[in-house]
């Protein structure tokens, strides 16, 4: 396998990772909510959920996808109720005050990685792109050293993106913001993810 075809894999996925999508609106919220260091456990999670994906997608799983499309279309159905599910909590939640990060961290750094991990699984679609990346950049016999790295560079793009969102919405003056407006943006982000849910599930 190539320098270029690696390179190739890699650019692909970080413009992917960068496009707008229920992590990053969950990515922004938790890092407003709850600080930068819970993001940045939730962004790890991202980054072990790609991983996920990707390494399904070079065990074959698109291709399985294909062939038993019903199995793909229940993950969807299940990670489509699992974003919808998101959206209500927060929706219900949006009148509650705002989380005192300088006392205490609202959820563990555990619990975050794992909500991103389940949040970016929730998500099969990420298969289908990984392997219709794969199958035309990833022989059949690469080794498995360059298969490592590959999953390697996934992790990092998403993972480091995500941080770097978590980041942005996690200064003083975007926390001050959202504290004032929180009802409303909790209100239009938990809208923007049962969109996100609805449109996993049913397209």
């Known amino acids: 396998m190539t320098t270029a075809a690696i390179l190739s894999i890699a650019l692909i996925h970080l413009v992917a990772a960068m496009s707008p999508g229920p992590s990053f609106v969950v990515s922004a919220r938790t890092a407003v909510s709850e600080g930068f260091g819970t993001a940045v456990a939730l962004a790890i999670g991202f980054g072990l959920g790609a991983v996920l994906w990707a390494a399904a997608a070079m065990a074959g799983l698109a291709l399985l996808f294909e062939l038993v499309p019903q199995l793909f279309l229940a993950l969807k159905l299940i990670g489509g109720a699992f974003l919808v599910y998101i959206a209500i909590m927060m929706w219900r939640h949006a009148k509650d005050p705002l989380p005192d990060t300088s006392a205490q961290p609202p959820r563990s750094a555990f619990s975050a990685i794992w909500f991103g991990f389940v949040t970016f699984a929730s998500n099969p679609k990420t298969a289908v792109f990984f392997g219709a990346v794969f199958v035309g950049l990833v022989p059949a016999d690469t080794p ?54 609805v449109r996993i599930a049913l397209f």
């Open 144 to 197: 498995l050293s360059i298969r490592v790295l590959l999953l390697a560079i996934i992790f990092a793009n998403e993972t480091l993106w995500y941080i770097l969102v978590a980041r942005i919405f996690s200064f003083q003056h975007a926390r001050s913001a959202y504290g004032r407006l929180k009802t409303g943006i909790d209100r239009a982000f938990g809208g923007l993810i049962a969109l996100f849910g």
